[in-house]
């Protein structure tokens, strides 16, 4: 069972893990396309390794970069727990992504930013910059993904600040029962979104812990991600709603990139 004596990243980092226990669908396209790309990979915003280590079980060797040590920290436990082959296909990197330049550049075969991960890059010099890491770090041919959510008005009609239950789980790891909640406001002028979530946890009856993260995050649009793309020299082979690379249409909910370098 975890410490209650965790510190509010190791605890954060833990409870992202638990709010994304359900799969949201996007490891069998980066398994596709890891097939067909054929060489090592690259996952920028890795996280807690939920998608690195699988792809590793595959036979793929990943390299991982993240400024967040406690998830980095899990993701090295996740890779360990998975065997000593596993973990030895698993580098972690703590960096930051705009701006990393590793030692093994141009000799990545796939590199991504996974999930909605781009938005944590709050302007639209971060995420291009992000992009260009990507293209940086690809040998030729090799294929680079970014992969965001489209709200439609709907959605940004509801960041007015107040506050939303999202869930509740129980944690396996600690065996409390946790609540999810969240506030957000939406800027329309800067297409960015000023996000709280507050994560309360323990045993009825008993007094909760709460843990809250606040972030900034900045929507991006498909034509976005094709200048960003462009600018880095990539050229664009699919633009995509959903994760089996169907069409983008009116009303996608979700964009995937899907760029080659030449």
Known sequence: MTSTAETPG???ARLYDLDLAEDPGDLDLLLALAQRANGPILELAVGSGRLAVPL?????????????????????????????????????????????????AGKFALAFVPLNSIFLFGSRADQAAAVATLAAHLRPGGLALVDVWLPDAADLARY?????????????????????????????ATASVRLTTI???????????????QDRLRLVTPDELVVFAEAAGLEVETLAGDYELGELAAGAERCILVARKS
């Open 10 to 12: 190791e605890a954060l």
């Open 56 to 104: 590793a079980e595959e036979g793929w060797k990943v390299t991982g970069v993240d400024l967040d040590p406690a998830m980095l920290a899990r993701a090295r436990q996740l890779a360990d727990e998975s065997g000593k082959t596993v973990a030895r296909r698993v580098t972690l990197v703590e960096g930051d992504a705009r701006s990393i330049r590793l030692a093994d």
């Open 160 to 188: 007015d600040g107040r506050l939303l239950l999202e869930w509740i789980r129980e944690d396996p790891e600690t065996g409390r029962t946790v609540m999810k909640s969240g506030a957000a406001t939406y800027d329309a």
């Open 199 to 213: 994560f309360e946890e323990g045993a009825q009856g008993e007094p909760a812990l709460r843990w809250v993260r």
